[in-house]
Each structure stands twice: as C-alpha cells, then as structure tokens.
C-alpha cells in the first residue's frame, strides 16, 4: 500500500476531506517542466516515478548511492535538475542519502501531513519530482538534514559532464 492508499483509507476512517486536504496534493501545474503521469511513467523506472510523482518512500538502506563518496552532484532522477553537492552529503544512520545544504534554487518546499505530524517535504523546483523531507537535526553549518530518496536521485561523478536537462 501507498501513502495515497493509506491517507485514502484513513480519510474513510476520520470523515475525509480534511485529511485528503494534507495528503496527497498534486502541484505539478507550478513547475517549469510540466509533464503527465503518463509522460513521467514512460520515461522513468517504476521505483524511481512512484517516489518523484506518487510521493512515495523507498525502504530505508535500499539505495546504492548511501554508500557513494566519491566527489560529484546529485540530480533529479527525473529532470537532471543539479540538488546537491557532493560535498553536502554525509551519514545521517537513517538509511536514506542525506545532504546538509542544497544547491540554491534547486529545491522547493510545503508542509505536509500525511502522517499527521507536519513535516517539510520538498521537491526539485523544476519538474516537481518529490525527493524528501527536510528536518532541523542535520551537521553544521546548517543543522539541517535533507533526507533524500536515492531513487529520486541520479550522481553524477566531478570528472563527468552533467547530463542535459530533460525537456
């Protein structure tokens, strides 16, 4: 099950569209790079497109890229919109890639309750593509901990030209 079956499930439960309200909302309208489900489903591998444009979760520990320390950049998985920098990157024991800072103006952010509790969940500000949550538990400078989904992710070596954004 999904979190938009489980919030779906659970709105029956507590009367509804409150609920619905916080959970899965769609806001794929306010991105540069506007594609349908249809478009983004053909083009990614299902893990990666249930994460970016369902909002879904990976099992904590599955990603490769939890174990990649080489120098390089972290891209949406979806756009190859540049997130993060290698040198962001660190071991936060949580399973997931977790980064420290982003590249400015890569990420955008809203709050979201789908497990009551408001969290910051954030997404790559070109193509809407859902990478995580962000939490004030991070290493300096920040404190801040962006807790990513490494299907979301692509990493692209420093001695490896970006790849070209997707249109």
Known sequence: ???????????????GAALLQFGATSFAATFPLNKTHAQW???LPA???DVLFEEGT???GSSALNA???????VCAACNNPLFKSTTKFDSGTGWPSFFDFIPTALDTK???????PRTEYHCAR???????????GPKPTGLRYCNNGVALTFV???????ELRS
């Open 127 to 137: 193509c809407g593509g859902h990478q995580g949550h962000k939490f004030d538990d």
């Open 68 to 74: 990649e320390k080489r120098a390089g950049t972290f």
């Open 47 to 49: 893990a990666s497109y």
């Open 1 to 15: 099950m999904n979190r938009r079956q489980l919030i779906q499930r659970l709105s029956g439960l507590f009367g």
């Open 41 to 43: 489903k053909a083009l």
């Open 58 to 60: 990976e099992r904590p």
């Open 157 to 163: 070596a420093a001695d490896q030209p970006l790849p």
């Open 111 to 117: 709050r979201d309750f789908k497990i009551i509790l």
